[in-house]
């Protein structure tokens, strides 16, 4: 027997359709007077630890759906552990396939809420941007039927 959802199925696509599935727990902020949008959150979400993720950095102009290419070698970020006082920095690199989506690569080993310092220049603008990140889960949530 074959089962069909096609509300779910239509959903989906819009999703898929207008970008809206890679962004649905990021975080985002107005810079310069509201010209850009700097958007913020992890490729694989929801976040458990012990997997490797990445950042998904997303910058465009305000006013548009395109994100902005070229410009990782003016942006900076450091990850902020749960605890708020350990930091790492990373090196951001595009995000291939995407152009004008940037990432590093990261592995979480503790649940709670991390947060991320991303801060640099767009073109002529220059910023400093802190987000509070979704909640990292245990990967032991996932196991079943025993860990």
Not at 51 to 61: F, K, Q, S, T
Not at 91 to 111: A, C, K, Q, S
Request: proline fraction near 8%; charge should be negative.
């Amino acid at each position: 027997m074959k089962y069909r959802l096609p509300g779910v199925q239509i959903i989906v696509a819009m999703l898929l359709f207008t970008g809206a599935s890679a962004t649905l727990a990021h975080q985002v902020e107005e810079v310069g007077d509201g010209q850009y949008r700097v958007i913020v959150g992890f490729v694989n979400e929801p976040i458990y630890t012990d997997e490797r993720n990445g950042l998904d950095l997303i910058i465009r102009p305000a006013d548009e759906q395109e994100a902005i290419p070229g410009l990782e070698e003016g942006l900076n970020a450091e990850l902020i552990a749960p605890d708020g006082e350990t930091r790492r920095a990373f090196d951001i690199r595009p995000r291939y396939p995407h152009p004008g989506r940037y990432t590093f690569d990261t592995v979480l080993t503790e649940p709670g809420h991390y947060q991320v310092r991303v801060w640099g220049k767009i073109h002529d603008v220059s910023f400093d941007v802190t987000f509070l990140l979704d909640e990292v889960k245990p990967i032991s949530t996932l196991h079943f039927p025993k860990p």
